[in-house]
């Protein structure tokens, strides 16, 4: 984007008291345009999208980031500014600048502090995005039926709908929902505040070294959600994990839950960027049964 809509540049310019606005395309931009804003004396961090999809996104982090930062030691920037004009929805952040390390075990260590906040169910009262997907959050007092309805089931549909998720790979995704349901599995940790698309990218150091957590899809679940996230595309190091395990120690059914609950991030995949991912879901679920039996 070469050039500010006119209705966002005269937003920007009333927020920061500024007749110039200089506006730079950074990377961040997967989804939406990011832009770095100078303007007043000021700097600031712009995601801006045009549709009702860009709207719903955004207005969906803009509600994330507010209820991470109620948290206590959860570090995450706080909204500025969201507006929609003339069908464009920006999100005006801070912006943050960033240092050379990763000191990923920091980041562990912030994770671990956010998943010490307890919810009162599973889920959330409102629901909310992931990428530009609909991610729905009933609130529900079992955490296994909210995962096997609204997770498995639900991202089934998405990836099917999609052309990405053949029978043959659905079916035992299918069968680790029937079991979820039926409460033959050890109950699930939480519910605490998870991140909810917790990858590489959605972290940030800044120049001394503090680690902040941007565009979250948050809602209440089993903070393993999180962790299997960080691990199914990786770029953590080690230090990350062993620093939230020295936290919240580590349970026998760690490894059959990571299997369950990377699916849900696999079938967004999917719906998202095809069969590679389908089939991949395929295959992680019938490990889960597979250690089931």
Same mark, same amino acid.
């Given at each position: 984007?070469?050039?500010?809509?006119?209705?966002?540049a005269?937003?920007?310019?009333?927020?920061?008291?500024?007749?110039?606005?200089?506006?730079?395309?950074?990377?961040?931009g997967?989804?939406?345009?990011?832009?770095?804003?100078?303007?007043?004396?000021?700097?600031?961090?712009?995601?801006?999208?045009?549709?009702?999809?860009?709207?719903?996104?955004?207005?969906?982090?803009?509600?994330?980031?507010?209820?991470?930062?109620?948290?206590?030691?959860?570090?995450?920037?706080?909204?500025?500014?969201?507006?929609?004009?003339?069908?464009?929805?920006?999100?005006?952040?801070?912006?943050?600048?960033?240092?050379?390390?990763?000191?990923?075990?920091?980041?562990?260590?912030?994770?671990?502090?956010?998943?010490?906040?307890?919810?009162?169910?599973?889920?959330?009262?409102?629901?909310?995005?992931?990428?530009?997907?609909?991610?729905?959050?009933?609130?529900?007092?079992?955490?296994?039926?909210?995962?096997?309805?609204?997770?498995? !089931?639900?991202?089934? @549909?998405? $990836? *099917?709908? +999609?052309? =990405?998720l053949? %029978?043959?790979?659905?079916?035992?995704?299918?069968?680790?929902?029937?079991?979820?349901?039926?409460?033959?599995?050890?109950?699930?940790?939480?519910?605490?505040?998870?991140?909810?698309?917790?990858?590489?990218?959605?972290?940030?150091?800044?120049?001394?070294?503090?680690?902040?957590?941007?565009?979250?899809?948050?809602?209440?679940?089993?903070?393993?959600?999180?962790?299997?996230?960080?691990?199914?595309?990786?770029?953590?190091?080690?230090?990350?994990?062993?620093?939230?395990?020295?936290?919240?120690?580590?349970?026998?059914?760690?490894?059959?839950?990571?299997?369950?609950?990377?699916?849900?991030?696999?079938?967004?995949?999917?719906?998202?960027?095809?069969?590679?991912?389908? !089939?991949?879901?395929? @295959?992680? $679920? *019938?490990? +889960?049964? =597979?250690?089931? %039996?």
């Open positions: 984007m070469n050039a500010l809509p006119p209705p966002v005269d937003h920007l310019r009333s927020l920061l008291h500024a007749r110039q606005i200089d506006a730079r395309p950074v990377h961040g997967s989804i939406h345009s990011a832009l770095h804003i100078r303007a007043g004396g000021r700097e600031l961090f712009l995601k801006l999208g045009r549709g009702e999809q860009a709207r719903a996104s955004l207005e969906a982090e803009h509600d994330g980031l507010h209820r991470l930062a109620r948290l206590d030691g959860v570090r995450v920037p706080i909204p500025l500014a969201l507006a929609t004009r003339d069908d464009w929805t920006w999100l005006a952040l801070p912006w943050i600048d960033t240092g050379p390390a990763r000191l990923d075990h920091r980041v562990g260590e912030l994770v671990a502090t956010l998943h010490d906040h307890s919810a009162r169910s599973f889920g959330l009262e409102r629901d909310n995005c992931i990428a530009l997907l609909h991610q729905p959050n009933p609130p529900h007092d079992c955490g296994d039926t909210f995962w096997a309805r609204h997770r498995l !089931r639900y991202g089934c @549909r998405l $990836a *099917r709908e +999609a052309g =990405a053949h %029978t043959e790979d659905e079916e035992p995704v299918l069968r680790l929902a029937d079991l979820l349901e039926s409460d033959r599995l050890p109950a699930p940790r939480g519910p605490v505040w998870l991140h909810g698309d917790l990858w590489q990218g959605n972290v940030l150091v800044d120049t001394a070294g503090l680690p902040w957590l941007i565009d979250p899809a948050v809602y209440a679940g089993d903070p393993r959600v999180d962790l299997a996230m960080a691990r199914l595309f990786g770029g953590f190091e080690p230090s990350f994990f062993d620093a939230w395990y020295a936290t919240h120690g580590r349970r026998p059914d760690d490894d059959l839950r990571d299997r369950i609950l990377v699916l849900w991030p696999l079938l967004v995949h999917a719906a998202l960027f095809g069969a590679s991912y389908g !089939r991949q879901t395929g @295959r992680v $679920a *019938r490990q +889960a049964l =597979a250690a089931l %039996t």
